[in-house]
Protein backbone atom coordinates (compact mmCIF):
# COMPACT_ATOMS: atom_id res chain seq x y z
CA UNK A 1 0.00 0.00 0.00
CA UNK A 2 1.14 3.31 -0.42
CA UNK A 3 -0.02 6.70 -1.70
CA UNK A 4 1.59 9.30 1.34
CA UNK A 5 -1.24 11.03 2.50
CA UNK A 6 -1.36 14.45 1.31
CA UNK A 7 -3.78 16.83 4.00
CA UNK A 8 -5.59 18.62 1.36
CA UNK A 9 -6.99 17.46 -1.75
CA UNK A 10 -7.96 13.51 -1.53
CA UNK A 11 -10.19 11.87 -4.18
CA UNK A 12 -12.63 9.67 -2.43
CA UNK A 13 -14.28 6.94 -3.88
CA UNK A 14 -17.57 4.86 -2.64
CA UNK A 15 -18.51 1.54 -3.51
CA UNK A 16 -22.42 0.64 -2.91
CA UNK A 17 -25.44 2.10 -4.09
CA UNK A 18 -27.49 1.57 -0.53
CA UNK A 19 -28.62 3.92 2.04
CA UNK A 20 -25.93 2.93 4.01
CA UNK A 21 -23.25 4.02 0.89
CA UNK A 22 -25.63 7.48 0.99
CA UNK A 23 -24.87 7.74 4.75
CA UNK A 24 -20.85 7.08 4.66
CA UNK A 25 -20.78 9.28 1.01
CA UNK A 26 -22.66 11.75 3.41
CA UNK A 27 -20.29 11.36 6.16
CA UNK A 28 -16.99 11.86 3.76
CA UNK A 29 -18.28 15.09 2.41
CA UNK A 30 -18.89 16.52 5.90
CA UNK A 31 -15.21 15.50 6.57
CA UNK A 32 -12.40 18.69 6.38
CA UNK A 33 -10.18 18.95 3.30
CA UNK A 34 -10.90 19.44 -0.36
CA UNK A 35 -12.57 16.25 -0.60
CA UNK A 36 -13.70 14.89 -4.36
CA UNK A 37 -16.05 12.24 -3.94
CA UNK A 38 -16.70 9.66 -6.85
CA UNK A 39 -18.66 6.69 -6.78
CA UNK A 40 -20.01 3.23 -8.39
CA UNK A 41 -23.01 1.69 -8.10
CA UNK A 42 -25.00 -0.80 -9.26
CA UNK A 43 -27.95 1.58 -9.50
CA UNK A 44 -28.27 5.45 -10.20
CA UNK A 45 -28.81 6.29 -6.46
CA UNK A 46 -30.34 10.06 -6.37
CA UNK A 47 -28.49 11.09 -2.87
CA UNK A 48 -25.02 9.54 -3.69
CA UNK A 49 -25.19 10.81 -7.44
CA UNK A 50 -26.17 14.02 -6.03
CA UNK A 51 -23.06 14.50 -3.81
CA UNK A 52 -20.33 12.94 -6.33
CA UNK A 53 -17.98 14.71 -8.66
CA UNK A 54 -18.33 11.84 -10.88
CA UNK A 55 -19.84 8.07 -10.36
CA UNK A 56 -20.08 4.96 -12.49
CA UNK A 57 -23.11 2.42 -13.15
CA UNK A 58 -21.41 -0.79 -12.67
CA UNK A 59 -21.75 -3.83 -10.56
CA UNK A 60 -19.57 -3.42 -7.23
CA UNK A 61 -18.51 -6.92 -7.41
CA UNK A 62 -16.58 -6.09 -11.55
CA UNK A 63 -13.39 -5.87 -9.26
CA UNK A 64 -11.24 -5.11 -12.38
CA UNK A 65 -13.51 -2.05 -13.65
CA UNK A 66 -13.33 -0.66 -9.99
CA UNK A 67 -9.80 -1.25 -9.89
CA UNK A 68 -9.56 0.84 -13.52
CA UNK A 69 -11.98 3.46 -12.77
CA UNK A 70 -9.95 4.48 -9.73
CA UNK A 71 -7.01 4.22 -11.10
CA UNK A 72 -8.35 6.67 -13.86
CA UNK A 73 -9.69 9.31 -11.32
CA UNK A 74 -6.44 9.14 -9.45
CA UNK A 75 -8.03 7.97 -6.07
CA UNK A 76 -6.64 7.79 -2.85
CA UNK A 77 -8.96 5.74 -0.50
CA UNK A 78 -11.72 3.66 -1.77
CA UNK A 79 -14.95 2.64 1.30
CA UNK A 80 -16.54 -0.87 0.37
CA UNK A 81 -20.01 -0.40 1.78
CA UNK A 82 -21.21 -4.34 0.78
CA UNK A 83 -20.27 -7.25 1.67
CA UNK A 84 -19.53 -8.96 -1.76
CA UNK A 85 -17.34 -6.85 -3.11
CA UNK A 86 -14.74 -7.83 -0.03
CA UNK A 87 -15.29 -11.29 -0.87
CA UNK A 88 -14.96 -11.01 -4.88
CA UNK A 89 -11.40 -9.62 -3.39
CA UNK A 90 -11.69 -5.92 -4.41
CA UNK A 91 -8.93 -4.41 -1.52
CA UNK A 92 -6.83 -7.40 -2.45
CA UNK A 93 -7.12 -5.76 -6.31
CA UNK A 94 -7.04 -2.21 -5.03
CA UNK A 95 -4.32 -2.42 -2.83
CA UNK A 96 -2.03 -4.34 -5.27
CA UNK A 97 -2.53 -1.47 -8.15
CA UNK A 98 -1.09 0.64 -5.08
CA UNK A 99 -4.93 2.40 -4.04
CA UNK A 100 -5.76 2.04 -0.19
CA UNK A 101 -8.77 0.76 1.09
CA UNK A 102 -10.33 1.97 4.24
CA UNK A 103 -12.43 -1.78 4.24
CA UNK A 104 -11.26 -5.60 4.99
CA UNK A 105 -8.99 -7.38 2.65
CA UNK A 106 -10.64 -10.83 1.04
CA UNK A 107 -9.24 -13.05 3.87
CA UNK A 108 -9.73 -10.54 6.91
CA UNK A 109 -13.93 -10.40 5.47
CA UNK A 110 -14.09 -14.01 6.12
CA UNK A 111 -15.33 -13.01 9.50
CA UNK A 112 -18.48 -12.53 7.81
CA UNK A 113 -18.09 -14.08 4.32
CA UNK A 114 -17.58 -17.81 6.07
CA UNK A 115 -19.79 -18.62 9.21
CA UNK A 116 -17.98 -21.66 9.64
CA UNK A 117 -14.77 -20.31 9.74
CA UNK A 118 -15.92 -17.49 12.06
CA UNK A 119 -17.02 -20.01 14.68
CA UNK A 120 -13.71 -21.89 14.19
CA UNK A 121 -12.12 -18.59 15.03
CA UNK A 122 -13.59 -17.66 17.79
CA UNK A 123 -13.16 -21.64 19.51
CA UNK A 124 -8.86 -21.28 18.90
CA UNK A 125 -8.86 -18.16 20.72
CA UNK A 126 -11.16 -18.98 23.25
CA UNK A 127 -13.46 -15.69 22.64
CA UNK A 128 -16.35 -14.78 24.92
CA UNK A 129 -19.76 -14.80 23.94
CA UNK A 130 -20.09 -17.96 21.58
CA UNK A 131 -22.84 -20.18 21.05
CA UNK A 132 -22.85 -24.13 20.66
CA UNK A 133 -22.64 -24.86 16.88
CA UNK A 134 -21.21 -27.35 14.36
CA UNK A 135 -21.32 -27.90 11.03
CA UNK A 136 -22.58 -30.78 8.57
CA UNK A 137 -22.93 -31.69 5.56
CA UNK A 138 -24.88 -34.89 6.17
CA UNK A 139 -28.36 -34.84 7.44
CA UNK A 140 -28.87 -37.26 9.58
CA UNK A 141 -25.65 -36.30 12.17
CA UNK A 142 -27.02 -33.03 11.65
CA UNK A 143 -30.31 -34.91 13.45
CA UNK A 144 -28.36 -36.26 16.40
CA UNK A 145 -26.60 -32.54 17.31
CA UNK A 146 -30.10 -31.14 16.92
CA UNK A 147 -31.33 -33.52 18.86
CA UNK A 148 -29.32 -32.79 21.20
CA UNK A 149 -30.07 -29.28 22.01
CA UNK A 150 -33.92 -30.31 21.95
CA UNK A 151 -34.51 -28.76 18.63
CA UNK A 152 -33.54 -25.07 19.88
CA UNK A 153 -31.42 -24.11 16.89
CA UNK A 154 -30.77 -21.72 13.98
CA UNK A 155 -29.97 -23.07 10.56
CA UNK A 156 -27.35 -21.02 8.95
CA UNK A 157 -25.65 -21.53 5.16
CA UNK A 158 -22.01 -20.88 5.59
CA UNK A 159 -21.60 -18.08 3.09
CA UNK A 160 -23.37 -14.71 2.00
CA UNK A 161 -27.55 -14.81 1.39
CA UNK A 162 -27.99 -11.31 2.25
CA UNK A 163 -29.20 -11.42 5.47
CA UNK A 164 -32.37 -14.08 4.77
CA UNK A 165 -30.69 -17.56 4.65
CA UNK A 166 -30.90 -18.33 8.22
CA UNK A 167 -33.76 -19.59 9.94
CA UNK A 168 -34.86 -19.82 13.74
CA UNK A 169 -36.68 -22.48 15.67
CA UNK A 170 -39.98 -20.93 16.90
CA UNK A 171 -39.54 -18.12 14.69
CA UNK A 172 -39.27 -19.55 11.56
CA UNK A 173 -39.58 -23.57 12.16
CA UNK A 174 -41.40 -25.54 14.23
CA UNK A 175 -39.88 -29.06 15.64
CA UNK A 176 -37.30 -31.48 14.38
CA UNK A 177 -39.11 -32.54 11.06
CA UNK A 178 -39.33 -28.76 9.95
CA UNK A 179 -35.08 -28.13 10.93
CA UNK A 180 -34.23 -30.93 8.83
CA UNK A 181 -36.42 -30.40 5.45
CA UNK A 182 -34.37 -26.96 5.87
CA UNK A 183 -31.00 -28.53 6.84
CA UNK A 184 -31.73 -30.76 3.79
CA UNK A 185 -32.74 -27.80 1.61
CA UNK A 186 -29.42 -26.07 2.33
CA UNK A 187 -27.08 -28.87 1.50
CA UNK A 188 -29.08 -29.73 -1.72
CA UNK A 189 -29.44 -26.52 -3.29
CA UNK A 190 -25.97 -25.27 -1.68
CA UNK A 191 -27.52 -22.16 -0.30
CA UNK A 192 -25.14 -19.85 0.68
CA UNK A 193 -22.55 -21.47 -1.94
CA UNK A 194 -21.70 -24.62 -0.35
CA UNK A 195 -23.20 -28.33 0.47
CA UNK A 196 -23.29 -27.28 3.93
CA UNK A 197 -24.95 -26.01 7.07
CA UNK A 198 -24.30 -24.41 10.01
CA UNK A 199 -25.95 -25.14 13.43
CA UNK A 200 -25.64 -22.98 15.91
CA UNK A 201 -27.42 -23.16 19.84
CA UNK A 202 -30.41 -20.69 19.75
CA UNK A 203 -29.53 -17.59 22.23
CA UNK A 204 -32.43 -16.00 23.88
CA UNK A 205 -32.71 -12.77 24.62
CA UNK A 206 -32.83 -9.38 23.13
CA UNK A 207 -30.31 -8.41 19.73
CA UNK A 208 -27.82 -5.12 19.71
CA UNK A 209 -25.42 -4.12 16.98
CA UNK A 210 -22.00 -2.58 18.12
CA UNK A 211 -19.86 -1.33 15.13
CA UNK A 212 -16.72 -0.06 15.31
CA UNK A 213 -13.82 1.38 13.31
CA UNK A 214 -10.58 -0.90 13.82
CA UNK A 215 -7.25 -0.35 12.58
CA UNK A 216 -6.43 -3.83 12.82
CA UNK A 217 -5.02 -3.66 16.56
CA UNK A 218 -7.47 -1.29 18.28
CA UNK A 219 -11.17 -0.47 17.80
CA UNK A 220 -13.03 2.52 18.42
CA UNK A 221 -16.82 1.92 18.64
CA UNK A 222 -20.10 3.37 18.05
CA UNK A 223 -23.48 3.98 20.18
CA UNK A 224 -25.29 0.21 20.30
CA UNK A 225 -27.99 0.36 17.37
CA UNK A 226 -31.08 -2.41 17.84
CA UNK A 227 -32.16 -3.46 14.08
CA UNK A 228 -35.53 -5.41 13.05
CA UNK A 229 -35.03 -8.09 10.75
CA UNK A 230 -38.29 -9.16 10.58
CA UNK A 231 -40.81 -7.53 8.06
CA UNK A 232 -43.81 -7.15 10.02
CA UNK A 233 -44.89 -5.12 12.97
CA UNK A 234 -44.47 -7.11 16.01
CA UNK A 235 -41.61 -9.24 15.12
CA UNK A 236 -43.71 -10.88 12.05
CA UNK A 237 -42.58 -12.40 8.60
CA UNK A 238 -39.50 -13.29 7.08
CA UNK A 239 -36.03 -12.37 7.75
CA UNK A 240 -34.98 -9.15 5.85
CA UNK A 241 -31.50 -7.14 5.25
CA UNK A 242 -33.75 -4.78 8.06
CA UNK A 243 -36.92 -2.92 8.23
CA UNK A 244 -35.40 -0.11 10.57
CA UNK A 245 -33.40 0.55 13.77
CA UNK A 246 -33.07 3.02 16.93
CA UNK A 247 -30.14 4.17 18.91
CA UNK A 248 -30.22 6.67 22.43
CA UNK A 249 -28.17 9.20 23.49
CA UNK A 250 -26.55 7.38 25.87
CA UNK A 251 -25.07 4.83 23.39
CA UNK A 252 -27.02 1.97 25.08
CA UNK A 253 -29.96 0.31 24.66
CA UNK A 254 -32.89 0.43 27.32
CA UNK A 255 -32.23 -3.19 27.78
CA UNK A 256 -28.73 -3.26 27.64
CA UNK A 257 -26.13 -2.15 30.65
CA UNK A 258 -22.90 -0.37 30.42
CA UNK A 259 -20.98 -3.46 31.33
CA UNK A 260 -22.72 -5.70 28.58
CA UNK A 261 -22.31 -2.77 26.10
CA UNK A 262 -18.52 -3.23 27.11
CA UNK A 263 -18.34 -6.54 26.73
CA UNK A 264 -19.06 -6.69 23.29
CA UNK A 265 -16.60 -4.25 23.05
CA UNK A 266 -13.88 -6.44 24.45
CA UNK A 267 -15.49 -9.42 21.79
CA UNK A 268 -14.76 -7.60 18.90
CA UNK A 269 -11.27 -6.03 20.15
CA UNK A 270 -10.03 -9.59 20.61
CA UNK A 271 -11.65 -10.49 17.03
CA UNK A 272 -9.44 -7.96 15.48
CA UNK A 273 -6.74 -9.10 17.71
CA UNK A 274 -7.41 -12.85 16.69
CA UNK A 275 -7.40 -11.41 12.61
CA UNK A 276 -4.06 -9.87 13.56
CA UNK A 277 -2.73 -13.19 14.15
CA UNK A 278 -4.05 -14.98 12.08
CA UNK A 279 -2.21 -12.95 9.39
CA UNK A 280 -5.50 -10.93 8.12
CA UNK A 281 -4.98 -7.51 9.74
CA UNK A 282 -8.75 -6.06 9.79
CA UNK A 283 -8.78 -2.61 9.01
CA UNK A 284 -12.06 -1.15 8.47
CA UNK A 285 -15.51 -1.04 10.05
CA UNK A 286 -16.85 -4.07 12.32
CA UNK A 287 -19.90 -5.20 13.16
CA UNK A 288 -21.00 -7.41 15.81
CA UNK A 289 -23.93 -8.75 16.13
CA UNK A 290 -24.86 -9.37 19.66
CA UNK A 291 -28.02 -11.50 21.67
CA UNK A 292 -28.18 -10.20 24.85
CA UNK A 293 -28.94 -13.25 27.30
CA UNK A 294 -29.09 -13.57 30.77
CA UNK A 295 -25.82 -15.27 30.44
CA UNK A 296 -24.16 -11.86 28.78
CA UNK A 297 -23.76 -11.21 24.95
CA UNK A 298 -23.76 -13.57 22.71
CA UNK A 299 -21.98 -13.08 19.37
CA UNK A 300 -24.99 -13.84 16.12
CA UNK A 301 -23.03 -12.83 13.79
CA UNK A 302 -19.86 -10.57 12.59
CA UNK A 303 -19.76 -8.23 9.53
CA UNK A 304 -16.95 -6.78 7.52
CA UNK A 305 -18.67 -3.60 7.09
CA UNK A 306 -21.12 -0.94 8.64
CA UNK A 307 -24.78 -2.30 8.94
CA UNK A 308 -27.63 -1.34 7.05
CA UNK A 309 -29.85 0.51 8.62
CA UNK A 310 -27.52 0.83 11.58
CA UNK A 311 -24.72 2.97 9.97
CA UNK A 312 -27.58 5.62 9.38
CA UNK A 313 -28.25 5.80 13.36
CA UNK A 314 -24.30 6.43 13.73
CA UNK A 315 -22.77 7.93 10.91
CA UNK A 316 -25.20 11.28 11.58
CA UNK A 317 -23.74 11.63 14.86
CA UNK A 318 -20.06 11.20 13.95
CA UNK A 319 -18.42 14.87 14.46
CA UNK A 320 -14.85 13.48 14.37
CA UNK A 321 -13.34 13.67 10.89
CA UNK A 322 -14.75 10.47 9.00
CA UNK A 323 -11.48 10.70 7.08
CA UNK A 324 -9.72 11.66 9.64
CA UNK A 325 -10.43 8.61 11.39
CA UNK A 326 -9.62 6.37 8.33
CA UNK A 327 -6.22 7.82 7.47
CA UNK A 328 -5.49 6.80 11.28
CA UNK A 329 -6.98 3.43 10.46
CA UNK A 330 -4.67 2.88 7.88
CA UNK A 331 -1.66 4.33 9.90
CA UNK A 332 -2.61 1.98 12.90
CA UNK A 333 -2.87 4.58 14.99
CA UNK A 334 -6.79 5.02 15.76
CA UNK A 335 -5.45 4.10 19.97
CA UNK A 336 -4.73 7.54 19.46
CA UNK A 337 -7.43 8.96 18.32
CA UNK A 338 -11.45 9.71 19.96
CA UNK A 339 -14.54 8.98 18.51
CA UNK A 340 -16.98 11.87 19.43
CA UNK A 341 -20.37 10.93 18.57
CA UNK A 342 -23.64 13.79 19.07
CA UNK A 343 -25.64 12.82 22.28
CA UNK A 344 -28.49 12.33 20.19
CA UNK A 345 -30.97 9.50 19.92
CA UNK A 346 -32.59 8.39 16.66
CA UNK A 347 -34.39 6.28 14.93
CA UNK A 348 -34.80 5.02 11.48
CA UNK A 349 -37.60 3.46 9.24
CA UNK A 350 -37.44 1.96 6.03
CA UNK A 351 -39.43 1.99 3.37
CA UNK A 352 -39.45 -0.42 0.98
CA UNK A 353 -41.26 -1.22 -2.17
CA UNK A 354 -44.50 -3.62 -1.52
CA UNK A 355 -43.70 -7.05 -0.79
CA UNK A 356 -40.41 -7.21 0.11
CA UNK A 357 -39.17 -10.08 1.44
CA UNK A 358 -41.47 -12.17 -0.84
CA UNK A 359 -41.96 -10.36 -4.41
CA UNK A 360 -41.12 -6.87 -4.26
CA UNK A 361 -42.90 -4.78 -6.86
CA UNK A 362 -40.61 -3.27 -9.14
CA UNK A 363 -40.57 -0.35 -10.88
CA UNK A 364 -43.59 1.83 -8.38
CA UNK A 365 -43.30 5.31 -8.55
CA UNK A 366 -42.60 7.04 -4.86
CA UNK A 367 -43.29 10.84 -4.44
CA UNK A 368 -40.47 12.63 -1.91
CA UNK A 369 -40.68 15.33 -0.82
CA UNK A 370 -36.99 16.44 0.27
CA UNK A 371 -37.34 19.98 1.45
CA UNK A 372 -40.14 18.97 3.73
CA UNK A 373 -38.52 15.93 4.91
CA UNK A 374 -35.49 18.11 6.06
CA UNK A 375 -37.94 20.59 7.09
CA UNK A 376 -38.69 18.06 10.19
CA UNK A 377 -34.91 17.49 11.09
CA UNK A 378 -34.83 14.32 9.78
CA UNK A 379 -32.52 12.52 7.55
CA UNK A 380 -33.15 11.17 4.65
CA UNK A 381 -31.23 8.60 2.95
CA UNK A 382 -31.96 6.99 -0.48
CA UNK A 383 -31.45 2.85 -1.37
CA UNK A 384 -32.31 0.65 -4.19
CA UNK A 385 -34.36 3.17 -5.85
CA UNK A 386 -33.69 4.47 -9.57
CA UNK A 387 -34.64 8.36 -10.47
CA UNK A 388 -35.70 9.30 -13.52
CA UNK A 389 -36.99 12.84 -14.84
CA UNK A 390 -37.32 14.03 -11.17
CA UNK A 391 -39.41 10.11 -10.70
CA UNK A 392 -38.07 8.18 -7.98
CA UNK A 393 -39.05 4.09 -8.62
CA UNK A 394 -38.49 1.23 -6.27
CA UNK A 395 -36.46 -2.05 -7.06
CA UNK A 396 -36.60 -5.29 -5.35
CA UNK A 397 -34.50 -4.04 -2.81
CA UNK A 398 -35.08 -1.19 0.50
CA UNK A 399 -36.01 2.37 -1.23
CA UNK A 400 -35.33 4.96 1.01
CA UNK A 401 -34.46 5.33 4.61
CA UNK A 402 -35.57 8.45 7.43
CA UNK A 403 -33.94 8.88 10.07
CA UNK A 404 -35.55 11.11 12.82
CA UNK A 405 -32.78 12.46 15.42
CA UNK A 406 -33.23 14.08 18.53
CA UNK A 407 -32.52 14.48 22.32
CA UNK A 408 -34.58 11.16 23.09
CA UNK A 409 -36.19 8.03 21.52
CA UNK A 410 -39.63 9.34 21.70
CA UNK A 411 -39.00 12.78 19.98
CA UNK A 412 -36.51 11.03 17.27
CA UNK A 413 -39.46 8.71 16.53
CA UNK A 414 -42.08 11.46 16.02
CA UNK A 415 -39.66 13.41 13.79
CA UNK A 416 -39.04 9.98 11.94
CA UNK A 417 -42.69 9.82 11.38
CA UNK A 418 -43.72 13.71 10.95
CA UNK A 419 -41.11 13.09 7.90
CA UNK A 420 -42.57 10.04 6.73
CA UNK A 421 -45.58 12.03 5.79
CA UNK A 422 -44.10 13.78 3.13
CA UNK A 423 -43.26 10.30 1.28
CA UNK A 424 -45.93 8.81 -0.27
CA UNK A 425 -46.50 6.09 -3.20
CA UNK A 426 -49.48 3.45 -4.04
CA UNK A 427 -47.47 0.34 -3.22
CA UNK A 428 -44.88 1.36 -0.49
CA UNK A 429 -44.75 -0.38 2.74
CA UNK A 430 -43.32 0.95 6.32
CA UNK A 431 -42.71 -0.77 9.38
CA UNK A 432 -44.09 2.25 11.88
CA UNK A 433 -43.85 0.41 14.94
CA UNK A 434 -39.72 0.68 15.04
CA UNK A 435 -38.69 2.95 17.94
CA UNK A 436 -42.49 3.41 19.17
CA UNK A 437 -42.40 3.14 23.20
CA UNK A 438 -44.78 0.33 22.71
CA UNK A 439 -42.14 -1.76 20.89
CA UNK A 440 -39.18 -0.62 23.70
CA UNK A 441 -41.34 -1.57 26.26
CA UNK A 442 -42.14 -5.20 24.93
CA UNK A 443 -38.47 -5.76 24.47
CA UNK A 444 -37.32 -4.74 28.15
CA UNK A 445 -39.99 -6.44 29.75
CA UNK A 446 -38.72 -9.55 27.57
CA UNK A 447 -35.18 -9.05 29.46
CA UNK A 448 -36.85 -8.14 32.69
CA UNK A 449 -39.11 -11.56 32.34
CA UNK A 450 -35.66 -13.33 30.84
CA UNK A 451 -33.65 -12.28 34.15
CA UNK A 452 -36.60 -13.32 36.45
CA UNK A 453 -36.78 -10.03 38.08
P1 LIG B 1 -27.87 -13.50 10.70
O1 LIG B 1 -28.09 -13.44 9.22
O2 LIG B 1 -26.81 -14.44 11.14
O3 LIG B 1 -27.81 -12.12 11.31
O4 LIG B 1 -29.24 -14.06 11.30
C1 LIG B 1 -30.45 -13.42 11.07
C2 LIG B 1 -31.22 -13.31 12.34
O5 LIG B 1 -31.49 -14.60 12.84
C3 LIG B 1 -30.46 -12.62 13.46
O6 LIG B 1 -30.53 -11.23 13.40
C4 LIG B 1 -31.14 -13.20 14.67
O7 LIG B 1 -32.37 -12.53 14.90
C5 LIG B 1 -31.45 -14.60 14.25
N1 LIG B 1 -30.39 -15.53 14.71
C6 LIG B 1 -29.27 -15.88 14.06
N2 LIG B 1 -28.53 -16.74 14.78
C7 LIG B 1 -29.21 -16.94 15.93
C8 LIG B 1 -28.97 -17.74 17.10
N3 LIG B 1 -27.90 -18.53 17.22
N4 LIG B 1 -29.89 -17.67 18.09
C9 LIG B 1 -31.00 -16.90 17.98
N5 LIG B 1 -31.28 -16.15 16.91
C10 LIG B 1 -30.40 -16.16 15.89
N1 LIG C 1 -28.72 -4.90 9.45
C1 LIG C 1 -28.04 -6.09 9.28
C2 LIG C 1 -26.85 -6.06 8.42
O1 LIG C 1 -26.42 -5.03 7.95
O2 LIG C 1 -26.31 -7.13 8.19
Not at 294 to 311: L, Q, S, V
Amino acid sequence: MGKVWGVINLNILVVGGGAREHAICDAVCRSKGDIKLYSIMHNLNPGIKHLSKDFLQEKETNVSQVVKYAKEKEIDLVIVGPEAPLEAGLVNELNKNGIDAYSPTKEAARIETDKEWMRGLLKRYKIHGQLKCESFTDVQKAKRFIDGLNGEIAIKPIGLTGGKGVKVAGDHFHGVDEALTYVKEVIDEKIGGKAKVLIEEKAVGEEFTLQAFSDGYSILPFHAVQDHKRLLPGDEGPNTGGMGSYSCADGLLPFLSKSEYEEAAVILQKIVEALNKEGCKYIGPIYGQFMVTTDGPKIIEINARFGDPEAMNVLPLLETDFIGICKAMLDGSISNEKIRLKKKSTVCKYIVPEGYGVKSMVGEKVLVDEKSIEDTGSRLFYASVNKDNDNIYTTSSRSLAIVGIADNLYDAEKICEEALNHISGEHIFIRHDIGTAELIEKRMEHMIKLRGM
